[in-house]
């Protein structure tokens, strides 16, 4: 063999060793990584796994872990429960101390890889989980399988920074099926994320069967076509369009998310985005119809009546049966571009104003966007009495409410937690006024914008403004300027959302999530000091093997 022959083959089997040891600086970055990459650990099928038997939530993540090392590797490793001398370890320990005393203790983790093998140690089951993939995302993607991989020595350290972090999903516009959901919820689980934020009802749709209200779901997830392009045109394809998920699918969605520690927050948008319950039940609109369910996108202006005792009445009965599927501690009720136009001539909703007082203070808090009134008006005081009473409502469950950021608008109710779109400024005020936030500004976290400037290198999406890779991962929630100490500890955390007028297939959806959901993951998850785009973008590719082995689907390009 000639020389140059020969340096190409020690190249190959050099690279081919390399691929197949474990690299640690991943996505998203742990808190401490202290890595000894002289000494390494072999893993092979002979390895096994052990975890306490009696612990049914440490049995499922150590079947999660040598599902995700036989898909990553190639490599069956064997369950070996309450084996001392295994040498992969996951180890529950009460007195396991957290990086941070902060609200996200539990999610703390170490991993230690030496000479006695692989210990994963926490707290809680979370925090093993959180381990578990950790170590799955550190393992070298083998294309045909390997015989063992190697991982360097290593003490990690980690625990996130927000304990909530987000990802919404929009099933109103367009239905995507429980299989796809469950889908979603992998590719959450595995960037770190554990809310997931289903947004369930829409003008274009209403996707949650309400059982005492058959009807609701039955007509009211169906619409008679869907707009083509830009909704201004109103051209359509003249083909009905629908689906809803039984309670049975929600219930098999939240045990789903449960099992990789996803809280599910179910999203009943109201009272504007209500065209489709107002299909069903016209008496429920100021003007009293005929509403058909939307067919093309934007704001609506008719809205359920907030002068109507009907209206609380139906809104308690889809909220307390809401409240039967899902368990999560916090019910998002909407609250966003609900316009007060009809509100404005309703006699039912004017008569409603004037037997609470509500007196019109408009000049306070007005600061506009798109399809809302802003400021202290009687009518979005109105609104904001409906809140309180759904506030009250599902405080009896033991609940709380999420708002979008207008719920600001006709001031806020007792416990209200404010999901800030529309910039960060609902959230600043909010946090001041001593309420929960979760940030979730449209110019940062609005992955159903394009991510590359050149439009036609991409699907067609909401075409406006670009929230790139490198844009969400610039986000920083926390602004020492706008927010005193007391205050930032209201910053409960951030959200991507992802709305799909524009997005209807599975392919599509995960094309405008990935790679951004990377970027967002160490918005959510790293410290401040930890975070560097330029070094995100070298840890990058090694994710993207891993995106692959899995089929999904992703932007190849990241600006
Ligand atoms: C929203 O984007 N309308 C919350
Ligand atoms: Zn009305």
């Given at each position: 063999m000639k020389r140059t022959g020969l340096f190409f083959l020690v190249c190959a089997l050099t690279l081919t060793t390399m691929a197949q040891r474990a690299d640690y600086?991943?996505?998203?970055?742990?808190?401490e990584v202290k890595a000894d990459t002289t000494q390494t650990l072999r893993i092979t099928p002979a390895t096994g796994i052990a975890y306490d038997s009696g612990n049914a939530e440490a049995s499922r993540i150590a079947q999660f872990l040598q599902q995700w090392v036989k898909e990553t590797t190639g490599i069956q490793l064997r369950l070996t429960p309450d084996d001392k001398k295994a040498q992969v370890r996951l180890v529950l320990n009460a007195k396991f101390k957290a990086p941070?005393?902060?609200?996200t203790a539990a999610e703390a983790y170490t991993i230690s890889v030496g000479k006695k093998g692989v210990e994963l140690c926490a707290a809680e089951p979370v925090g093993l989980f959180r381990a578990a993939q950790t170590l799955r995302k550190s393992l070298p993607v083998v294309k045909d399988g390997a015989e063992a991989v190697e991982l360097p020595y290593v003490q990690i350290a980690d625990q996130p920074r927000f304990g909530y972090r987000g990802v919404l999903l929009d099933c109103g516009r367009h239905f995507f099926s429980v299989e796809f959901v469950k889908q979603f919820l992998d590719a959450m689980a595995l960037h770190g994320c554990n809310q997931f934020h289903w947004h369930l009802t829409e003008d274009q749709g209403w996707r949650f069967e309400v059982k005492s209200l058959?009807?609701?779901?039955?007509?009211?997830?169906?619409?008679e076509k869907t707009v083509i392009g830009p909704s201004r045109m109103r051209i359509y394809d003249n083909i009905p369009y629908g689906g809803f998920y039984t309670q049975e699918e929600c219930r098999d969605v939240v045990r789903y998310a449960a099992q990789r520690y996803i809280n599910v927050v179910p999203e009943i948008d109201m009272p504007g985005h209500m065209q489709s319950a107002l299909h069903v039940f016209p008496n429920l609109g100021c003007t009293g119809g005929p509403y058909p369910v939307a067919p093309y996108w934007g704001v609506m202006r008719e809205v359920l009546c907030g002068g109507n005792p009907e209206t609380l009445t139906f809104l308690k009965t889809v909220f307390g049966e809401l409240c039967d599927v899902f368990p999560s501690p916090y019910i998002h009720i909407g609250g966003d571009e609900c316009p007060k136009e009809r509100w404005q001539k309703c006699p039912k909703c004017q008569a409603k104003i004037k037997e609470l007082g509500l007196t019109d203070e408009s000049h306070i808090g007005s600061e506009g966007g798109r399809g809302s009134q802003d400021g202290r008006s009687a009518e979005n005081k109105l609104q904001t009495y409906i809140n309180h009473e759904i506030e009250q409502f599902l405080a009896s469950r033991g609940r709380s409410i999420i708002g979008w950021d207008e719920i600001l608008s006709g001031g806020l109710t007792e416990n209200a937690i404010v999901m800030s779109w529309r910039g960060t400024k609902g959230g600043v005020a909010a946090a001041k006024q001593k309420h929960r936030v979760i940030m979730s500004p449209n110019v940062y976290a609005?992955?159903?914008?394009?991510?590359?400037?050149?439009?036609?290198?991409?699907?067609?999406?909401?075409?406006?403004y670009i929230v790139s890779c490198s844009k969400m991962y610039s986000f920083e929630p926390i602004v020492p300027e706008e927010l005193a100490e007391d205050e930032q500890d209201y910053i409960m955390g951030v959200q991507a959302n992802l709305w799909t007028e524009q997005v209807a297939y599975p392919e599509h959806a995960f094309y405008q999530l990935l790679p951004r959901l990377a970027s967002m993951s160490e918005v959510q998850w790293c410290q401040p000091a930890r975070k560097d785009f330029e070094g995100f973008k070298t840890r990058l590719p090694w994710l993207k093997k891993l995106y692959d082995k899995l089929g999904y689907v992703y932007c190849n390009e990241v600006e």
């Open positions: 600086n991943i996505i998203p970055l742990p808190l941070e005393a902060s609200q058959p009807d609701l779901a039955k007509k009211g997830s169906v619409r609005y992955i159903d914008h394009p991510q590359l400037k050149d439009y036609g290198k991409q699907p067609r999406t909401t075409d406006s």
